[in-house]
């Protein structure tokens, strides 16, 4: 494998753990590490991979699910703020119009004025819930008979 392919690879491994974490609070150093790279070698190479920085991919995502919640959850805005991983209203709702080109009030008006009806905020969280049981332990099982 090349260098080139190499550092493409850690980005997208970082990139899929991004996707997969974005409610979570991150950082550049917590995704350099699990690019296996420093802080600026990952943000440069993020950016040349994605065309945008990693935190500018991070509030994009999170706004893209806030989107989604807004237009299916009886949630309220600032449940969605806070579900998708923003902790300030007040910078939530500025990225969010400044990515939609609304507010999410607005964008939740529009976005329901035709759709079905919201799923209930409590059956959503009851949904996205991890299940008593379900986390896999770092050990591997234990093979049978012993």
């Given at each position: 494998m090349t260098d080139r392919a190499?550092?493409?690879?850690?980005v997208r491994r970082a990139k899929d753990w991004m996707d997969a974490h974005y409610a979570e609070p991150l950082d550049v150093g917590a995704l350099a590490a699990v690019a296996c790279c420093s802080r600026y070698h990952f943000s440069r190479s993020f950016a040349a991979a994605y065309g945008e920085s990693p935190k500018a991919y991070l509030t994009r995502r999170r706004i893209e699910r806030a989107q989604d919640l807004l237009r299916s959850a009886n949630l309220t805005v600032t449940e969605v703020c806070l579900a998708v991983g923003f902790t300030s209203l007040g910078t939530f709702s500025r990225r969010f119009a400044e990515i939609t080109g609304q507010t999410p009030s607005e964008y939740r008006a529009r976005a329901r004025s035709d759709g079905p009806p919201p799923v209930p905020g409590c059956y959503l969280m009851m949904w996205t819930r991890p299940?008593?049981?379900?986390?896999?332990?770092?050990?591997?099982?234990?093979?049978?008979g012993q």
């Open positions: 190499a550092v493409v690879a850690q299940a008593p049981g379900s986390a896999h332990s770092e050990k591997p099982p234990e093979p049978p």
